[in-house]
Structure formats: C-alpha cells, structure tokens
C-alpha cells in the first residue's frame, strides 16, 4: 500500500524557515499530482501549494513568494520550503496525492487518494 509520511515541523519564530518533507512509499512521486494542504485550529483545511505530474505548479496567494513546493525524484520526496514564516502559517500540515487530477483541483478536494498524517508548524511572533 503507497503511504505518504510528512516530517519536518517544528515551531519558529516569525521570519523563519522551515522545509517540510513528504516520503512515498512503494510508488514513486513522478506518478502523482501532490500537494500541501494545511489545517489551522478552528478553522477549515486550506490548500497551500501543489505540484502536477506536469510540472504545473499552483500556489494559494497567502503563500506566493514566500513557499516553495519541489519534488526530489531521485529521493522519492515532496518538499515544501517555506519562508519568511507569519503566525497566521501555524497549521497542521498534510501531505496529498492523486493521479488523475491538475494541480489546481488538487488543492480544491477534501478527499483525497493518498493523504499523510501531518506535521505541525508553529509560528510565534
């Protein structure tokens, strides 16, 4: 069975830097269209940033020029670089994965094919 397992979360300041990673397990990333969603408390889960098995990249406006998403192929890992972290960045973080779908809706759907665990970001001011 693929799995996909997020690390990298820890707590930093407002500023800071963080790189999140999303290991797949028996398939590899090439495959799929993947993503980042986020979930802050209280609140509904937002899509951040996804990557198609085209290359399209797609970001949430709150994050452009701040995250990077990149897939390391020859790792089988999806990263997410993001920087100058704002408070409003605390989530739980979720790595997903589909196979027929363009990055775009990848961020729209609730369900998804393949959905990580999560990994928590903190940002304090």
């Known amino acids: 069975q693929v799995q996909l397992v997020e690390s990298g979360g820890d707590s930093a300041q407002a500023g800071g830097s963080l790189t999140l990673s999303c290991a797949v397990s028996r398939d590899t990333v090439g495959n799929y269209c993947m993503g980042w969603l986020r979930q802050a408390p209280g609140k509904e889960l937002e899509g951040v940033a996804a990557i198609g098995s085209d290359g399209e990249i797609v970001y949430v406006d709150s994050v452009k020029g701040r995250f990077t998403i990149s897939k390391g192929n020859a790792e089988n890992i999806l990263y997410l670089q993001m920087n100058n972290l704002k408070p409003e960045d605390t989530a739980q973080y979720h790595c997903?994965?589909?196979?027929?779908?363009?990055?775009?809706?990848?961020?729209?759907?609730?369900?998804?094919?393949?959905w990580g665990q999560g990994t928590l970001v903190t940002v304090s001011s």
């Open positions: 997903a994965a589909e196979r027929r779908v363009r990055a775009a809706m990848l961020l729209k759907l609730r369900n998804h094919e393949l």
